[in-house]
């Protein structure tokens, strides 16, 4: 197992996050370990009011941060941390996702809303209330609490078709978390909890899968660029969060490496809901395994932090 020591930067902020990188372009992601430049909400003229600073849409990558208490998304810069933007008027922004064009999709209590990359433009919107997202090739799928009680179901809209797809979770994973999905975005991953609590389990749409390693607190799944990572917010039943790196085969997940996020300044203690890994691109098909950690705190004030994930190695 390895160590993750957090450097912490200023931000007042709760909720996901999500890095974009422009269509080809190369990372410039700071060295693993490295923390971003401190930062804080942007400020504008036009409160209340989304807005973008001019020439936004060609940076080449962009940080979404979303704020629960504001109900706002916040982006930056993330080579510079310099605020570039705010999108505001969200019914609790929560999960975020990207496509190949670097779109992005913030999952809301009123829908999964598309916004095109850099810019204030809606440019879709998917309705239900959303708790977490992914892009494909030629659809979008979006998890979605059912409106009048019972589980979690994930839905799939495709592209140009008048087609939906939606598959129900299973008791085990009653309530899920934000999704995942494996290399060529055929199988998503969720972790889940049973209706009435109970053991944390990982599910896809056909079976609950088995998983070499116990999770103690249910968070997000993502590709990581080689394997999925899926998130503890209680790693080994203590207050740190874990990264755990899996190939799937089947309906078997089978851990290849993890990472303990400990927080110095917190007497090592973490708690975090969604870690996003920083590949070379952000979207699904990336072959370029991520290094590069950027997560929230759950607890108030909640800091911005980044770090680094060690490349994943078979365990015995």
Not at 57 to 78: F, M, Q
Not at 245 to 263: F, I
Not at 286 to 292: A, D, H, L
């Amino acid at each position: 197992m390895s160590d993750l020591d957090i450097k912490r930067s200023t931000l007042g902020l709760c909720g996901a996050l999500l890095l974009l990188n422009g269509c080809g372009a190369a990372s410039t992601a700071s060295s693993p370990g490295t923390p971003l430049t401190p930062l804080a909400r942007p400020a504008h003229s036009g409160h209340g009011q989304s807005w973008m600073k001019p020439g936004t849409a060609n940076i080449k990558e962009l940080l979404y941060v979303s704020d629960l208490a504001t109900d706002d998304v916040y982006v930056y810069d993330y080579t510079s941390g310099e605020a570039v933007g705010k999108l505001t008027g969200f019914d609790q922004p929560g999960a975020q996702c990207v496509d190949r064009r670097g779109d992005v999709y913030i999952a809301t209590a009123s829908g999964l809303l598309g916004y095109k990359r850099g810019t204030t433009h809606l440019i879709n919107t998917i309705p239900g209330v959303a708790k977490g997202c992914v892009v494909h090739l030629k659809s979008y799928s979006a998890l979605l609490s059912a409106s009048s009680g019972g589980p979690d179901h994930d839905c799939t809209w495709y592209k140009h078709q008048k087609r939906i797809s939606c598959w129900e979770s299973s008791n085990a994973c009653y309530t899920m978390w934000p999704i995942g999905s494996d290399f060529a975005g055929v199988v998503q991953v969720a972790e889940g909890e049973p209706s009435g609590g109970g053991a944390v389990a990982v599910c896809t749409e056909f079976a609950v899968l088995s998983f070499n390693q116990t999770i103690y607190s249910p968070g997000s799944v993502m590709w990581d660029g080689k394997y999925l990572a899926l998130t503890d917010q209680k790693a080994g039943g203590a207050n740190q969060t874990g990264i755990y790196q899996a190939s799937l085969s089947h309906r078997t997940l089978t851990v290849r490496g993890e990472t303990v996020l400990t927080d110095p300044c917190a007497s090592g203690a973490t708690e975090v809901a969604q870690p996003f890994i920083v590949g070379t691109t952000n979207t699904l098909r990336n072959k370029q395994q991520g290094t590069v950690v950027v997560a929230q705190m759950h607890y108030a004030p909640a800091p911005l932090i980044t770090g680094s994930i060690r490349p994943a190695a078979i365990r015995s």
